[in-house]
């Protein structure tokens, strides 16, 4: 099993001396080479959940597992991405690729091979000495991603990296990130707020409710096409549970 | 490039145009020479300046002094600026003093400088080194602060190091800002020097100043403060050149 929440809470001190429940009580399991995503309010937690499993911060009750490891601190095991690029503006793509790599040791040639590599994994190739600013949305989230897939991780976090995008842009780089980490047998978080996204990408949607976020459903999707969004999309069957998230979320009720 | 022809073409006119009323307005509205010389008055005391007061010897000191101060100014405020930019509790310890000295008039140190030193070239150095060394450090330290936390964490996530952290995400955030702040304090450390000349000594574009104060030779003072104008104008343009090669990677817009 590559990622597991055990019972994991999560406050945070406030300002007036008083702490906040941001996450309470949330268990899972993500099997190798799964793709889950997890959907839910905004402010329901889901980027705690994405910054505990980098290990960025500890739970403050409960256990974060990575391939059946205890998250401690930052790890080599977990690589995320923002809806931010982060893509360092001051390096070329390829030294961005690299950047990942350069205090774990590896040479500097490997991480030549690997970042090339990486960058043709990524529909980047003849971009390599490009600076960021040269590069289309798109293309900036591409090159994060294979920055991500270089150094190689078990897991990979997406933190709604499309949700920056213009509607075309986002499903064309939807489906080349799915294809990408299906051939690259990644298990993926995905934490989005975007409903279809989570229905057209994932084999798995876990629904968080409001603070504190607490997991109130889990949807399995079984349909085909994982790695091929845009076939996916074109499902009846994707309208039925994108209306099932809609229920669980309560949206017609909040919305009247 | 119709553009830049244009600007350019447009400059040059007014140039030429201030130079033609400096040299004409005076004598037609009757100004006496000794309160504003005209043009040709000061390129002949320019010429006996070279000639008989070793002018450039003051020019080469008066430069020399401007960029060594600028240079020991701003690496202290960077160095500063960093160390406090990576301590939040230095940096609220010391931001009240740091506040106070920013805000007190740094030339007004000038005689005691010399009190202290006599006169010698340490006082116009250390006006310098004191009025260079303040823009420096709040450009770093107002950067430091807003380096981007989630490129922080990223770096953080893939096990740099503090020192890695440093050299490989906070420093590069911050040329941008460290470079604004070089070019503001190099018009600043002309002041410094010209303040430090005039106050004490006996070299320098500055002591020139008010020894042509000292002689009703106003021509002697107008080519001073050109040449002075000059000086910081050449070190400025420098750093515009260094900030272009180092900060190419930024849209052309964005500086």
Known sequence: ???????????FDTRDGGSLLAVNDVSFRVEEGEF????????????????????????????????NQPVTGPNAHVGFMLQKDLLLPWRSIVHNIE???????????????????????????????????????????????????AIDPEIILLDEPFSALDAQTKLLLQNSFAGTIKDAGKTTLLITHDLAEAVLMSDRILVLSERPGTIIAEIKVDLPHRDQPIKRRQMPEVADYATQLFKHLKLEEKAA | MVRTHATKFTSAGILALVLLAWQYLPTALDVPRFIIPTLSDSMIELKRMWMQESLLGHILSTALYTILGFVIGSLLGAVMGYLLGMSQFWEKVLSPYILALQIAPKVAFAPLFIMWFGYNSMPKLLVTVLIVFFPVLVNVL?????????????????????LGIFWKVEMPSTLPNLMAGLRIASTLA??????????????????????????????????????????GFVLYVVLERIEERVLHYLPKAQH
Do not use: W
């Open chain 2, 142 to 162: 107002q950067a430091m602060r807003t380096v981007d936390r989630d490129l922080v964490n990223l770096a953080r996530a893939y096990n740099l190091t503090r």
């Open chain 1, 1 to 11: 099993m590559a990622l597991e929440f055990r019972g994991v809470s999560k406050s």
């Open chain 1, 36 to 67: 889950v995503s997890v959907v839910g309010p905004s402010g329901c937690g889901k980027s705690t959940i994405l910054s505990m499993t980098a290990g960025l911060y500890q739970p403050s009750e409960g256990e974060v597992l990575v391939s």
């Open chain 1, 99 to 149: 950047f990942g790599l350069e205090s774990r040791g590896v040479g500097r040639q490997e991480r030549r091979a690997r970042a090339m590599k990486e960058l043709a994994h990524c529909h980047l190739a003849g971009f390599e000495d490009h600076f960021p600013y040269q590069l289309s949305g798109g293309m900036r989230q591409r090159a994060a991603l294979a920055r991500t897939l």
């Open chain 2, 190 to 231: 002309v002041i410094g020097v010209t303040v430090g000349e005039l106050v004490g000594g006996n070299t320098g574009l500055g002591y020139l100043i008010s020894y042509g104060g000292g002689q009703a030779n106003a021509a002697m003072v107008f080519n001073a403060i050109i040449l002075l104008t000059v000086i």
